[in-house]
């Protein structure tokens, strides 16, 4: 998993409950990389999941509520640190259709060695985009995050329904978005 993750919810954990919180989850850990992250490296999927397993026993916050915060605060981030992916873009659901065919294909460019989830879209209309997430992590309530926070950024609101497809070996959920405004 690539470190700008890590160094995310890093930020995130800090301004959700502080960094003295932070510092305990990371001492509690025993993480091989002992919590170190850059954002260009590349570390173990599984210290992020022992870090959010940690921060949801410390914090009494479930995984799935912590995981869709994280996609609120991952997207808020990605929309100041890479603005170019959002120029020409009005609206969350052309936002959503760009994201395999361009920003992906570009973070594979700088990153060959990036696993990053896949987004296949069967349906995109002006009051409706359905689409399948595919991913060997199962982050789907992370996905769902970024969703949530791709339309507040565009100011929208949408009922979001999620259905699981499969679990294993590769977690694919179909994420259907109904804009309501």
Same mark, same amino acid.
């Given at each position: #998993? !690539? ?17 003295? =919180? ?20 590349? +570390?173990? =999927? &599984?210290? #992020? ?13 479930? $995984? ?5 915060? =994280? ?5 808020? +981030? ?27 294909? @570009? $973070?594979? !460019?700088?990153?060959? @060695? ?15 985009? $359905? #689409?399948? +997430? ?8 992370? &996905? ?30 179909? =994420?259907?978005?109904? !804009?309501?405004?």
């Amino acid at each position: #998993m !690539k470190g700008v993750v890590f160094t995310e919810f890093y930020e995130f954990v800090e301004e959700a409950f502080s960094p003295l =919180f932070l510092q305990e989850i990371i001492n509690a850990s025993n993480l091989k990389s002992e919590g170190v992250y850059t954002a260009t490296g590349t +570390y173990p =999927f &599984c210290e #992020m999941g022992t870090l959010v397993t940690q921060v949801a026993a410390k914090s009494g916050e479930d $995984v799935p509520k912590l995981l869709k915060g =994280f996609g609120h605060h991952l997207f808020c +981030y990605f929309s100041k640190s890479s603005p170019q992916h959002f120029e020409g873009i009005d609206n969350s659901f052309d936002f959503l259709n760009h994201v395999e065919s361009h920003i992906h294909k @570009d $973070v594979r !460019k700088l990153y060959p @060695d990036a696993e990053l989830p896949r987004f296949d879209c069967l349906e995109h209309s002006d009051r409706r985009y $359905v #689409m399948i +997430y595919k991913s060997a992590r199962g982050l789907g309530d992370l &996905c769902e995050g970024l969703i949530e926070g791709c339309l507040q950024f565009f100011g929208e609101t949408a009922t979001i329904e999620r259905e699981l497809l499969a679990a294993e070996p590769v977690t694919e959920i179909r =994420f259907a978005i109904q !804009k309501l405004s």
